[in-house]
């Protein structure tokens, strides 16, 4: 396994295509749902809530620290945004890492270092100071990032309330209470993880066949779903289907040297298709720029003509309160409506708020009194952007990416969406106070809205509907960048000859059973 590789096994949350048989199609009683394997995908998941504090509790904290520390706007924009770049190097220490002590012990190092990383931002006593603890806490969060990448969202609205929450307190406190405070939850997460059972993937390619069948069963729903999973990852680690002795030997796995050759060297044209939908989509999802609302809230809202600390930080709590909220919304909306129609929806969305956005900033940068309409306007484009994206292009990013590359090239796949999402997001971040003070507020977010559209026309010409499609539909979507859409029709009409030919052969056998 690679320094950047994702996993998703285990009892973390995965995005798998199983190809369908007959029976799929017959009456059968649902099996209950494992709450014990729910209640640990849940737990690993609450690590990524490390990013999402971080990320919220600087966008706050950062107006008193300027004024503590007498900082620069461009030491403002590399505090706030380095750490995107920093987490990239705690991603590719926890690939050898899990492969070395495991998924649960990876979490634990990822708890420790963050705890680590917010107590030296705590009580950090100048700017270097505080930039070492910013790098402690990025390793920290590129571990958990790669291990659990879910419930941000969840860690970015405590962070905004903790700006308010702290905000009371004598500035030159404040924000080392509102840094040194992400330590805590880091605490409980070390410690909730350690009741987990270990990923049995990893048990698996340690040759612990034994304790992978126990936590199988202890995760799966069925004794049979728990079975297939474990002939799966036998399969991946090269041990035979027939082998049932407790303690093998695994042939060391290689770091997916071929595979990097495959996506880069010698693409197939499915695999080329494939890696330009999974690099375009995560660079979009950043390039827009909706890292510069978030991390930037109270310097928007303030040249909406907001001065009040107390009211900058509540509004940007609205902010984080509509980003939890719409994201949750999207999982309801992911397999009901797709993923294609979400993405194209919410693009096409961010196209019209950032210009609108861009609009009301321009009205107010222009005038000399304050003008009421548009700084209602200016607020609810704000909070609307964050909502729109909530429901498309942020959670759609990482679903999509994940289930159209093959199994074989799933993880390295993974890992390269990763780093595209990280670097953009770290340029836009270390960028936006400049780009603003060189054309403008209004200006920046006319050209995020140009972003934007470029965006959803990438989408609308490349990316293909996956929901509901198996690996093998999969090979048949992509491969022609403009003309999968014709291999889509050919599919529909393959779908429905089968199922028409289904019913017809239920029908027979019904028949058959009555004059038997």
């Given amino acids: 396994m690679s320094g950047f590789e994702a996993d998703n096994n285990g009892v973390s949350i995965s995005v798998a295509a199983d190809n369908k048989t007959g029976a799929d199609f017959e009456v059968s009683k649902k099996p209950k749902r494992n709450k014990f394997a729910f209640a640990c995908s849940i737990l690993a998941s609450l690590a990524s809530i490390l990013l999402g504090y971080d990320i919220g509790v600087m966008s706050g904290a950062i107006i008193y620290i300027?004024?503590?520390l007498k900082i620069s706007d461009v030491q403002v924009e590399i505090l706030v945004g380095i750490l995107n770049l920093y987490c990239l190097i705690g991603?590719?220490?926890?690939?050898?890492?899990?492969?070395?002590?495991?998924?649960?012990?990876?979490?634990?190092?990822?708890?420790?270092?963050?705890?680590?990383?917010?107590l030296l931002m705590g009580f950090a006593t100048n700017y270097a100071f505080l930039m070492v603890g910013r790098f402690?806490?990025?390793?920290?969060?590129?571990?958990?990032?790669?291990?659990?990448?879910?419930?941000?969202?969840?860690?970015?609205?405590?962070?905004?309330?903790?700006?308010?929450?702290?905000?009371?307190?004598?500035?030159?406190?404040?924000?080392?209470?509102?840094?040194?405070?992400?330590?805590?939850?880091?605490?409980?997460?070390?410690?909730?993880v350690l009741t987990m059972p270990e990923s049995p993937r990893w048990l698996i390619m340690q040759g612990r066949l034994g304790e992978a069948k126990t936590v199988l069963h202890k995760t799966s729903d069925t004794k049979e779903e728990a079975h297939g999973r474990l002939s799966d990852i036998k399969a991946a680690a090269g041990i035979p289907?027939?082998?049932?002795?407790?303690?093998?030997?695994?042939?060391?796995?290689?770091?997916?040297e071929g595979v990097w050759k495959e996506l880069f060297l010698h693409p197939t044209p499915v695999v080329r298709h494939v890696l330009i939908c999974a690099i375009g989509i995560h660079f979009f999802q950043q390039a827009i720029g909706l890292d510069s609302v978030v991390l930037y809230s109270p310097r928007i809202f303030e040249k909406a003509g907001i001065t009040s600390s107390d009211?900058?930080?509540?509004?940007?709590?609205?902010v984080g309160l509509s980003k939890t909220i719409f994201i949750l919304v999207a999982t309801f909306l992911l397999d009901k409506i797709g993923r294609r129609p979400l993405l194209l929806i919410s693009s096409g969305g961010m196209v019209v708020i950032l210009a609108t956005l861009g609009f009301s900033l321009t009205i107010i940068g222009h005038s000399d009194n304050k003008i009421t309409w548009a700084v209602g306007l200016c607020i609810t484009m704000v909070l609307s952007s964050v909502a729109v994206f909530s429901i498309g292009m942020g959670p759609i990013a990482w679903v999509y990416s994940t289930e159209i590359f093959p199994l074989r090239l799933r993880a390295q796949g993974a890992s390269i969406g990763v780093v595209v999402n990280r670097v953009t997001s770290g340029v836009i971040s270390m960028s936006f106070i400049s780009l603003y003070e060189a054309i403008s507020i209004g200006g920046a977010f006319f050209l995020y809205a140009g972003v934007a559209l470029v965006a959803f026309f990438f989408f609308f010409t490349f990316l293909p509907e996956t929901q509901g499609k198996t690996l093998e539909e999969m090979e048949w979507l992509f491969g022609k960048l403009v003309g999968w859409r014709e291999e889509a029709q050919k599919l529909k009409r393959k779908r429905k000859m089968n199922e028409a030919n289904h019913q017809i052969q239920l029908g027979n056998n019904l028949t058959t059973d009555r004059r038997c």
């Fill in 241 to 256: 289907e027939d082998c049932t002795d407790d303690i093998v030997q695994v042939e060391k796995q290689t770091h997916g």
């Fill in 66 to 68: 300027k004024d503590d």
């Fill in 311 to 318: 009211r900058k930080l509540l509004a940007t709590m609205a």
């Fill in 91 to 118: 991603a590719y220490a926890a690939g050898r890492t899990s492969d070395w002590i495991g998924r649960r012990y990876t979490i634990v190092v990822a708890a420790a270092i963050f705890f680590v990383g917010a």
């Fill in 136 to 192: 402690v806490a990025g390793i920290g969060v590129g571990f958990a990032l790669l291990i659990a990448p879910v419930f941000i969202n969840i860690g970015l609205l405590l962070g905004y309330v903790s700006n308010y929450a702290f905000s009371k307190l004598r500035a030159e406190l404040g924000w080392r209470v509102m840094l040194g405070a992400g330590a805590i939850p880091s605490v409980f997460l070390a410690i909730g």
